[in-house]
């Protein structure tokens, strides 16, 4: 098991690295993570939802991404309540307060998924959620320690020395634990390392002495981290650094919203060498010279709309469709492009009806049921085909739907407006099917031959090979492997 000293300490990375540098070697790997709390989550073949990351770590492992992956996930809906989902399916929605007093009860649902995967495969890495250290929270605990002393795994800290502090956060660690806890602990690697090693050397005793844990790696900065994608919104700033292409011919921006979801659309885009994709912060404005405005998803439509417009967003949103511009919307900003969003069921406000950016003519009604399914569809315009996935409250109808993208399963999905310039549709992943990376030059005007557009499956398994070059080179990975056998005979 691998958790860390804090959040975004790169367990995730870690973890899908070390998944495709054991599955090359020709062990059978999968991933595994208790409880996870995102809103970029994936789309399963046996019809639920896990975190993205464990979607990657399963890709990374050549495996298909499976609920067993991910047992409980929390998407939060707002600064106190989250949605509950077990083995994939939405559950309802809690509090944060209420959250701590049930998931307890849970430990039974991650015991019997992670069996099941064990029984399936050789090596399991699990990764934890947070830090093990926030002992306020050990009571019921199902995510770091609680998970580890219950199936006596060998847990292995990270600690991110580029945000400073890591000697003491790594000891500190251990020094905050309870005796029983501690036993689970058997090593460390240090992440995000710039620098001469040499220099670092001390550093390392220091913690072997207070702590008495195996030093098992020293990673470097991962300078090509930009190729993977983001786990949480806020490493999205990271991976945009950087990353413009002055040759680039097509423009994306896309505003982000505090309840951002599914922003992994962005990933086949972004790794395009003729597109730029502006990544435009609240208080920022969003560049006149663009060519698509993008809105994504969201865990909270009317919210982000709201604050859509808090920022003035609607406004340039407008002025940049009233000058010929495109404008797309992908599920919940696919919403905020009708006419109204009406929610008489209160499942995200108490207001019954809130005004769209009117782009579209369509409304949205909120209902409190919930679409999750991979599809296998044909795009209308080209009839092509297009696979990607649904995972959305809500339905839409109206007038623009007359227009719509894709035919799927005998049903139609999308709309788009009579001048041809805004789009709207519920399927997620569009951007992994190559003609419909054509298809957004064609509606900018702009020409493109295919064969300049890169399949983003091949890049992104060639990224996972080549982060695990890189742990290769920076972990004893063996000795991994060796600890988790002595793990297995005892």
């Known amino acids: 098991m691998f958790q860390g000293t804090g959040s975004s300490v790169g367990k995730s990375i870690i973890v899908a690295g070390l998944c495709r540098l054991f599955r090359r070697n020709g062990i059978s790997v999968a991933p595994f993570k208790p409880q996870n709390?995102?809103?970029?989550?994936?789309?399963?073949?046996?019809?639920?939802?896990?975190?993205?990351?464990?979607?990657?770590?399963?890709?990374?492992?050549?495996?298909?991404?499976?609920?067993?992956?991910?047992?409980?996930?929390?998407?939060?809906q707002s600064e106190r309540g989250s949605q509950l989902i077990i083995n994939g399916k939405f559950e309802r929605s809690v509090s944060g307060f209420e959250y701590q007093k049930i998931k307890g009860s849970l430990m039974p649902h991650v015991e019997k998924a992670f069996m099941n995967l064990s029984a399936k495969h050789d090596l399991i890495l699990v990764e934890g959620a947070g830090s093990p250290a926030e002992i306020n929270l050990r009571d019921g605990d199902i995510a770091n320690m609680g998970f580890a002393t219950k199936l006596s795994i060998p847990t292995i800290i990270i600690g991110d020395i580029d945000r400073g502090g890591v000697i003491a956060s790594l000891?500190?660690?251990?020094?905050?634990?309870?005796?029983?806890?501690?036993?689970?602990?058997?090593?460390?690697?240090?992440?995000?390392?710039r620098g001469d090693p040499k220099l670092f050397k001390n550093g390392i005793l220091e913690i072997e002495k207070r702590t008495q844990w195996k030093f098992l790696g020293l990673v470097p900065y991962y300078e090509n981290i930009h190729k993977l994608p983001a786990e949480d919104s806020h490493d999205l700033e990271k991976i945009f650094i950087n990353?413009?292409?002055?040759?680039?011919?097509?423009?994306?921006?896309?505003?982000?919203?505090?309840?951002?979801?599914n922003f992994d659309d962005l990933d086949p885009l972004r790794n395009q060498k003729n597109i730029n994709i502006n990544y435009v912060r609240p208080g920022d404005n969003i560049p006149q010279k663009t060519d698509i405005i993008l809105l994504l998803g969201s865990k909270s439509t009317i919210s982000d709309l709201r604050e859509l417009r808090e920022n003035n967003w609607d406004r340039e949103i407008r002025m940049h469709h009233d000058n010929n511009g495109v404008v797309i919307g992908l599920c919940g900003g696919y919403q905020m492009l009708g006419k109204f969003i009406n929610d008489n069921e209160k499942?995200?406000?108490?207001?019954?009806?809130?005004?769209?950016?009117?782009?579209?003519?369509?409304?949205?009604?909120?209902?409190?049921?919930?679409?999750?399914?991979?599809?296998?569809?044909?795009?209308?315009?080209?009839?092509?085909?297009?696979?990607?996935y649904e995972i959305h409250i809500g339905r839409t109808h109206g007038k623009d739907c007359e227009r719509p993208l894709f035919?799927?399963?005998?049903?139609?999905?999308?709309?788009?407006?009579?001048?041809?310039?805004?789009?709207?549709?519920?399927?997620?992943?569009?951007?992994?099917?190559?003609?419909?990376?054509?298809?957004?030059?064609?509606?900018?005007?702009?020409?493109?031959?295919?064969?300049?557009?890169?399949?983003?499956?091949?890049?992104?398994d060639q990224a996972l090979n080549d982060l695990a070059d890189h742990l290769e080179k920076h972990i004893?990975?063996?000795?991994?492997?060796?600890?988790?056998?002595?793990y297995t005979k005892q």
């Open 171 to 193: 000891v500190g660690t251990k020094a905050v634990l309870d005796s029983e806890d501690n036993k689970s602990l058997i090593g460390f690697i240090i992440n995000r390392f």
């Open 243 to 261: 990353n413009k292409k002055s040759d680039a011919t097509l423009t994306i921006s896309v505003p982000i919203l505090s309840k951002i979801s």
């Open 407 to 460: 035919l799927i399963d005998n049903k139609y999905d999308g709309a788009q407006s009579a001048n041809g310039r805004v789009f709207g549709t519920y399927v997620h992943g569009i951007f992994h099917n190559r003609h419909l990376i054509e298809w957004l030059f064609s509606i900018t005007n702009k020409s493109i031959d295919s064969s300049e557009i890169d399949d983003y499956e091949t890049i992104l």
């Open 476 to 486: 004893s990975w063996k000795s991994i492997l060796d600890l988790s056998k002595n």
């Open 37 to 76: 709390m995102s809103n970029n989550a994936a789309a399963t073949l046996d019809g639920g939802e896990i975190g993205r990351a464990q979607a990657l770590q399963a890709i990374a492992s050549r495996l298909e991404p499976s609920i067993l992956h991910n047992p409980i996930l929390l998407k939060p």
């Open 347 to 388: 499942i995200e406000s108490s207001v019954r009806a809130t005004r769209g950016l009117e782009l579209l003519d369509v409304e949205t009604e909120m209902i409190n049921s919930k679409i999750v399914t991979k599809i296998n569809g044909t795009h209308i315009e080209s009839n092509k085909k297009m696979v990607g």
